[in-house]
């Protein structure tokens, strides 16, 4: 039998190296949610909440800050709050707006400062990042946050730990409206009811068409 094994490697050690090759390359090139399918890490974000039949909705700043206003005032009448992960720089610009965000009883998550890719940053530079955002909302707010949002989605490990050492639970999203750049009201409704699960997170994004499609 030990024969037979050594045989039949020796016979395909070529196609094993290429074979290997392949697989290289292939891992080099994943994205970083690509690579937490085929890689159990440590420790990843949240894509999903618990078995309940809600969802929960998380709404990502960096601009619109026309739509917000009127967001908030469909989310009151309907008794319903949601998180709000505001960018660094659109709250140092924005504060009074980030205020009454919070004061209208919203939760307030860390989007980031500058909407960098969290994936190129060193610890150094992730923790800044998230540091600076932390700081503008307590400016501007005067309240702390508890979620990381990583911008466009885009993180490693190293990202990771860098939040979860600022006291931070890092969030991604298990249905994603695309509504940044999709200005179709039919098609962002479309997507949430092909997407959503129970104990599903949505991510939405200040724009005319959310707020058009944010009632239903």
């Not at 030990?2 to 891992?27: E, H, P, Q």
């Not at 949240?46 to 709404?59: H, K, N, S």
């Not at 619109?64 to 908030?72: D, R």
């Not at 960018?87 to 009454?100: C, H, I, K, P, Y």
Request: with cysteine; glycine share 6%; hydrophobic share 40%.
């Amino acid at each position: 039998m030990a024969g037979r094994l050594r045989r039949f490697f020796r016979k395909n050690a070529v196609n094993f190296m290429i074979l290997a090759v392949v697989l290289s390359l292939y891992a080099a090139t994943m994205t970083p949610q690509i690579r937490a399918v085929f890689y159990e890490s440590k420790d990843k974000p949240v894509y999903q909440g618990a078995d309940v039949p809600y969802c929960a909705i998380q709404c990502n700043v960096y601009q619109g800050a026309e739509y917000i206003p009127a967001m908030l005032d469909i989310l009151r009448e309907r008794n319903i709050r949601i998180t709000w992960n505001m960018g660094g720089l659109f709250v140092d610009a924005n504060a009074s707006l980030t205020r009454r965000i919070a004061e209208s009883g919203q939760e307030l998550g860390n989007h980031g400062y500058r909407h960098l890719q969290h994936s190129t940053l060193s610890y150094e530079e992730n923790c800044e990042e998230i540091r600076k955002c932390h700081e503008a909302v307590v400016r501007a707010a005067g309240v702390g946050m508890s979620i990381f949002a990583p911008p466009s989605g885009d993180y490693n490990d190293t990202t990771i730990r860098a939040a979860r050492d600022l006291g931070y639970t890092p969030v991604m999203w298990s249905a994603d409206t695309i509504d940044w750049r999709d200005q179709d009201v039919e098609l962002i409704l479309s997507r949430v009811r092909d997407k959503m699960d129970r104990g599903g997170i949505l991510l939405i994004h200040p724009t005319a068409a959310t707020l058009k499609a944010l009632p239903q």
